[in-house]
């Protein structure tokens, strides 16, 4: 399983080098309204009222979810993003006041998570980086947050290696496609 991990990773993280090179600063800039619209979109057709929401900040690599955080503060969300510890788990900070550490267990507030993920499969399995740093964050979570999983349109796949340690997504958001709960019944839907 951890060779098929290390072979996905491996091509998907050639896949995000080669757009990131590609990409204009104005391509980078309409995927992230792109998001952020989706997002709002999915909030208001859920008729989600603000509360506690984590995110993250991306790599250059990674789809843009800056314009993301923005709107959910401006929505009067609060919004909590991760430090990686040493043991390369995950505490959380107010994006308001980053100075004072929250803990592990602050993720378990988030009513809306957007996680990270390298690919997200049509049933909501997600692989990271590796480090397992957000399968234990989600450990974490309330029962019933609603957990998406930001990729890039291309990397949401048939199927992705996951074990049974690996927590499932409940949606994925793309760029092109929006937020789509999961499962999907097909890649066209």
């Known amino acids: 399983m951890t060779n098929d991990k290390d072979e996905l990773r491996a091509r998907l993280r050639a896949g995000r080098r080669a757009r990131r090179d590609a990409w204009t600063r104005q391509q980078r800039e309409q995927a992230a309204e792109a998001i952020a619209t989706a997002l709002a979109a999915h909030l208001d057709a859920r ?66 998570i957007l996680t990270p993920a390298m690919a997200v499969d049509r049933d909501g399995h997600r692989i990271g980086k590796g480090g397992g740093c957000y399968d234990r964050a989600l450990r974490r979570s309330t029962e019933g947050a609603d957990v998406i999983a930001l990729v890039f349109d291309d990397e949401v796949l048939d199927a992705v290696p996951h074990e049974p340690h690996d927590r499932p997504v409940g949606a994925v958001l793309t760029p092109s496609a929006g937020v789509r709960a999961l499962p999907l019944r097909g890649l066209g839907d």
């Open 47 to 112: 008729h989600t009222p603000p509360g506690v929401a984590a995110t993250y900040d991306p790599l250059p690599s990674e789809p843009p979810v800056e314009r993301a955080t923005q709107l959910l503060r401006e929505r009067g969300w609060t919004v909590l993003h991760p430090t990686t510890l040493d043991d390369l788990d995950l505490s959380w900070h107010s994006v308001d006041d980053p100075d004072t550490d929250l803990g592990l267990d602050a993720i378990a507030r988030a009513r809306l």
